[in-house]
Nanobody
Framework: QVQLVESGGGLVQPGGSLRLSCAAS????????MNWYRQPPGKERELVAT????????NYLDSVKGRFTISRDNAKNTVTLQMNSLKPEDTAVYYC???????????????WGQGTQVTVSS
């Protein structure tokens, strides 16, 4: 029932901008922090940005600070990632994610979208 669907990826030139969107359904969106991850070709998946459930606090990977902005609209069950001043190193598949604590356990379930490709190249 949980679904996370990313959109907005594509090809952009260095220095350009792109806005990614994630549409969420099947859970109480406003109860959860949301995350954007990315996985460059041949590299490990890395956390790019996080936002608290109420949108009051955000955090970013050092290499994207000042260039990327995460936001959310709890009325629309969406989380977005505005990416400016894009660099070739930003090329990756970008994923929307949230983590859900399991009852009677310290473990979590991680839920993922299918990803959207971002390619930064001239």
């Amino acid at each position: 029932q949980v679904q996370l669907v990313e959109s907005g990826g594509g090809l952009v030139q260095p220095g350009g901008s792109l806005r990614l969107s994630c549409a969420a359904s099947g859970f109480t969106f406003s109860n959860y922090a949301m995350n954007w991850y990315r996985q460059p070709p041949g590299k490990e998946r890395e956390l790019v940005a996080t936002i608290t459930a109420d949108g009051g606090n955000t955090n970013y990977l050092d290499s994207v600070k000042g260039r990327f902005t995460i936001s959310r609209d709890n009325a629309k069950n969406t989380v977005t990632l505005q990416m400016n001043s894009l660099k070739p190193e930003d090329t990756a598949v970008y994923y929307c994610n949230f983590k859900q604590r399991r009852i009677f356990s310290s473990a979590y379930n991680s839920w993922w979208g299918q990803g959207t490709q971002v390619t930064v190249s001239s």
